[in-house]
């Protein structure tokens, strides 16, 4: 599957995006999807997941109550709506598809090539 990232953009703190993450060359209801993000001089850190269907979504603590990850398989889309940004929230994001449900960014197997988010202060 091949996995391309969009939305990411300049956000004052306080404000809104929303990412989106479009699947072809397999049908995403196949996969557990995931929203990761690495911040210049850190590493890749995890920040949603979400099931096949839905059932089951999990979030880092730091994003918790803040960002909502969703996912429409009749669009082959998954996406994350991030509210109430901060400056530590500034990353690249990328979205990644697993085979089953984990936090753990090394058991995804697909990556998109992510998409810059940059909140002011």
């Known amino acids: 599957v091949q996995l391309q990232a969009s939305g990411g953009g300049l956000v004052q703190a306080g404000g809104s995006l929303r990412l989106s993450c479009a699947a072809s060359g397999r049908t995403l209801s196949r996969y557990v999807m995931g929203w990761f993000r690495q911040a210049p001089g850190k590493e890749r850190e995890f920040v949603a997941t979400i099931s096949w269907t839905s059932t089951n979504t999990r979030y880092a603590d730091d994003v918790k109550g803040r960002f909502t990850i969703s996912r429409d398989n009749a669009k082959n889309t998954v996406y994350l709506q991030m509210n109430s940004l901060k400056p530590e929230d500034t990353a690249v994001y990328y979205c990644?598809?697993?085979?089953?449900?984990?936090?753990?960014?090394?058991?995804?197997?697909?990556w998109g090539q992510g998409t810059q988010v940059t909140v002011s202060s």
């Open positions: 990644a598809a697993a085979d089953r449900f984990t936090l753990g960014q090394f058991e995804y197997a697909y």
